[in-house]
């Protein structure tokens, strides 16, 4: 049967399987609590693209870039950093009790007692971003998890390359020797204010750990864009 009816079938059906694609690209310190606050609303809102415009196929390009390069190899004190970071223990305690009242949303605990050492995150970050080269997204997504986890939660040293090492060997990477020594790029301009970053398709971003609403957003408004 041909005519206006059959035509319009024909499109209902193309437009239904018709195939968009999105590019994100995030921008990221290992040790920003808020990134990892970011990565579980980027995951949220990934999801509910999915159940909203199944045909959209995502893929996230990972910028690891280390915003405090002055951060001596061997580390700092964590909690002596902070304090003079933040001018008292009790500027420390009130800034953990807001990251902890964002992050718990988010499903996450943050162990802040545990962690001992504020690293120099160039190695971690090279490892992040040679990691994208061997994981597959969803594969990538558990491995930054368990970074973050390993620091927020085990209090782990991502400047200890033991440490590292072992990381990559749980995320099933096939590590290069010279990986760690990888240099990693400086902060992007219009970053360097601030992370996460998240930029869509190039068209647009948004800094900070936003909502999974207003990440959905944009990934909507930008897939309409390129239909």
């Known amino acids: 049967m041909k005519g206006p009816l059959a035509m319009s079938s024909h499109t209902d059906l193309e437009a239904k399987t018709k195939t968009a694609t999105l590019a994100l690209d995030f921008h990221l310190d290992l040790i920003c609590p ?4 970011g990565l579980r609303h980027l995951r949220a809102a990934l999801k509910e693209l999915h159940a ?22 061997q580390g700092l004190d964590y909690q002596a950093f902070y304090i003079a970071r933040l001018g008292s223990a009790e500027a420390v305690a009130a800034r953990r009790a807001q990251v902890q009242a964002a ?8 162990n802040f007692d545990s962690i001992t050492v504020f690293p120099n995150t160039r ?6 971003n040679a990691a994208q080269m061997q994981l597959a997204s969803e594969a990538m997504l558990d491995f930054v998890e368990s970074v973050f986890a390993a620091y927020f939660q085990q209090g782990c040293d991502l400047g200890d390359v033991q440490v590292l090492l072992q990381l990559a060997r749980d995320g099933g990477l096939n590590l290069q020797s010279d990986v760690l020594t990888q240099p990693v790029p400086a902060a992007s ?13 190039h068209a647009c971003s948004e800094t900070g750990a936003v909502s999974v609403a207003c990440l959905l957003q944009r990934m909507l408004v930008v897939g309409a864009a390129h239909d």
Do not use: D, Y
Request: aromatic share 12%; proline share 9%.
């Open 34 to 37: 808020w990134c990892w606050i």
């Open 52 to 73: 909203q415009q199944p045909n959209v196929v995502w893929q996230i390009r990972w910028h690891a870039q280390t915003l405090q390069p002055q951060i001596p190899e």
């Open 103 to 110: 992050a718990q949303p988010a499903g996450l605990m943050l």
């Open 123 to 128: 190695k971690i970050c090279a490892l992040v």
């Open 189 to 201: 301009m219009g970053v360097a204010s601030g992370v996460p970053h998240f930029v869509f398709n």
